[in-house]
């Protein structure tokens, strides 16, 4: 039982340059988010989804596109990057009702860097 | 969204209880009381949540207010694996999202 993982672990990009960021439950969880942490700072919430095919924004969507297609997988894209979206990101997953779904679990992050 | 307020930072020895306070004087009655840390270069971990009752779990202890406008997170007996940045969470009945805060940064000395 891996929980969530989340692909790459580094990655530097051009500004301009697109991307996208994997995050992969097998917790068979309904609902996946991703967060954004500059440093010093707490996490934001970027984009979240309570199911597959269903998306929402969260505090901080703009620059960042979401997707999911699978409910095990929630894709994160960068359509032009800026140095602004320079921070680690993450990802996490939750089970809407039943044992543990007040409990969040989150993946070991993406340190992008945009120059 | 109710708001909560933490220190900066709290530092503790190895082997003493750690208490760390967290206000909400604004909280409703339907908000839930979540913490969560997160340990250097890692995501964050559930650690405990409440809503009313006290509650002791494997890694902590909740203590709510009687009129839940605080609460404190209790740390038995600290280890150096405990250092980390805890985050006091209210979450709304029926929300689906978290909102973090800065956090506490926890120092444990050996």
């Known amino acids: 039982n891996a929980g969530v993982t989340q692909t790459p672990k580094f990655r530097v990009l051009k500004t301009g340059q697109s991307m996208t960021l994997l995050c992969a439950q097998d917790?068979?969880?309904?609902?996946m988010y991703w967060y954004r942490q500059d440093p010093g700072m707490g996490l934001r919430l970027i984009h979240y989804?309570?199911?597959?095919?269903?998306?929402a924004k969260g505090e901080v969507p703009d620059g960042y596109n979401v997707s999911r297609l699978k409910k095990q997988n929630f894709l994160l894209g960068l359509e032009s990057a800026a140095p602004s979206q320079t921070s680690v990101y993450f990802c996490?997953?939750?089970?809407?009702?039943?044992?543990?779904?007040?409990?969040?679990?989150f993946g070991p992050g993406t340190r992008l860097t945009v120059l | 969204d109710a708001k909560t307020t933490q220190p900066n930072s709290m530092e503790s020895n190895e082997e003493e209880p750690v208490h760390l306070p967290c206000n909400h004087s604004?909280?409703?009655?339907?908000?839930?009381i979540h913490w969560y840390r997160q340990l250097p270069s890692q995501g964050p971990e559930y650690v405990i949540h409440?809503?009313?009752s006290n509650v002791n779990n494997r890694m902590a202890s909740l203590a709510i207010a009687e009129d839940r406008k605080s609460s404190t997170l209790i740390l038995h007996r600290a280890t150096l694996r405990d250092a980390a940045v805890y985050y006091c969470?209210?979450?709304?009945?029926?929300?689906?999202?978290?909102?973090f805060g800065a956090g506490t940064t926890v120092t444990v000395r050996a």
């Open positions: 989804s309570v199911g597959e095919g269903t998306t």
């Open positions: 409440g809503l009313t």
């Open positions: 604004t909280i409703s009655g339907t908000d839930y």
């Open positions: 969470i209210l979450r709304p009945l029926n929300d689906y999202k978290l909102s």
């Open positions: 917790m068979n969880h309904e609902y």
């Open positions: 996490a997953s939750r089970r809407p009702s039943g044992s543990s779904y007040n409990e969040q679990f």
